[in-house]
């Protein structure tokens, strides 16, 4: 850092005299068109079920998924990353890429009156595995390569839809290749790429499995999701997912991994998303609802925080409040 001066001459409180002059020198800034909202639909008309532990958040019917999909979009939310919880589920997740599964539908929908509207769609398994593992299962263990197939055609059946952009999310090996190719060939080669490049086996996703009601049947995901003291890997799944193909890589989950979103941006310098989990949200809540905290304020410099590690792209259950926030 280059030396700039010594008390008196260098008084750095000069630029924090006024909220003018503060905004005028901010190096970083929060801005609306960042931010993307997760969404939870199922089946059914006239469904707005309340998740316990993530307050504010819903599992919602298509009916109800398209009401606040166009409220928070005339919020200013510009975008929504697309999760579907199917009315049935089998060991070969055959709702993932039906034609009319809950997840196409919803994006037809959705396009259709909302065309403006970013959709991105979640692509994994879990939500519709009997197991709720993200990969075909044998014997007891997650298979690689025979997932990819499924991947992929989920994929595809999301941009048959209209899906803005494709999101895998489950950490097979090779999936981002598998899934470019099959897009690639049917077609779908403009349609982007976001990758949940490195994804931890994180506690912090512990509500997010009763929203997605997809918590696995047995073990765990730490055969396939990364182990939370891996850096270095992180950026090795990072390199990997943008050679077959990928267009944004993701850090997931934020806060307790700031130093990998930089280390990303620094080492590859293309578009990075980081995801602000369920317990991120329900932790702030909680906190809030007790008069421990500033709501506004504790979420509002968690996600400047996101984006000073260098994020461009932000996902979180407080995109709507924040757009609010922001704009007042």
């Not at 993530?54 to 990353?81: C, K, N, W, Y």
């Not at 997932?147 to 994929?155: E, N, P, S, V, Y």
Request: hydrophobic residues 45%; positive net charge.
């Amino acid at each position: 850092m280059k030396f700039f001066g010594q008390f008196p001459n260098c008084r750095p409180r000069r630029l924090r005299s006024s909220p003018a002059l503060r905004r005028l020198v901010s190096e970083t800034q929060l801005n609306p068109a960042q931010l993307v909202l997760p969404l939870f639909v199922r089946p059914g008309k006239k469904i707005r079920r309340a998740i316990g532990a993530m307050p504010g958040v819903f599992q919602l019917s298509p009916d109800e998924l398209l009401r606040e999909a166009e409220r928070v979009h005339t919020l200013g939310v510009p975008a929504i990353l697309l999760f579907g919880i199917p009315d049935k589920k089998d060991e070969k997740a055959g709702g993932a890429f039906a034609k009319n599964g809950i997840v196409q539908q919803a994006v037809r929908l959705l396009k259709k009156e909302l065309p403006s509207l970013l959709v991105i769609t979640d692509v994994c398994l879990c939500e519709y595995m009997s197991h709720g593992h993200c990969g075909i299962v044998s014997g007891g263990k997650i298979l690689n390569d025979p997932t990819l197939k499924i991947l992929a055609q989920t994929a595809l059946s999301h941009a048959e839809a209209g899906a803005d952009m494709v999101a895998p999310s489950d950490m097979m090996d090779g999936r981002v290749g598998a899934i470019r190719a099959a897009l690639d060939k049917n077609g779908f080669s403009e349609t982007p790429m976001m990758s949940y490049a490195a994804k931890f086996a994180s506690a912090f996703y512990g509500p997010f499995r009763e929203a997605a009601e997809s918590a696995p049947q047995f073990g765990d995901r730490r055969s396939y999701q990364m182990d939370a003291g891996n850096s270095n890997e992180a950026l090795r799944e990072a390199a990997l997912d943008l050679q077959e193909g990928a267009d944004i890589v993701m850090v997931k989950p934020a806060l307790a991994y700031l130093d990998l979103v930089w280390r990303v941006k620094q080492t590859f310098g293309c578009p990075v998303a980081v995801y602000a989990v369920s317990a991120e949200h329900a932790m702030i809540k909680a906190a809030a609802a007790r008069g421990w905290i500033d709501e506004r304020a504790v979420t509002l410099e968690s996600l400047l925080a996101m984006r000073r590690a260098g994020a461009e792209i932000i996902i979180t259950y407080a995109a709507a409040d924040a757009v609010t926030w922001l704009k007042g």
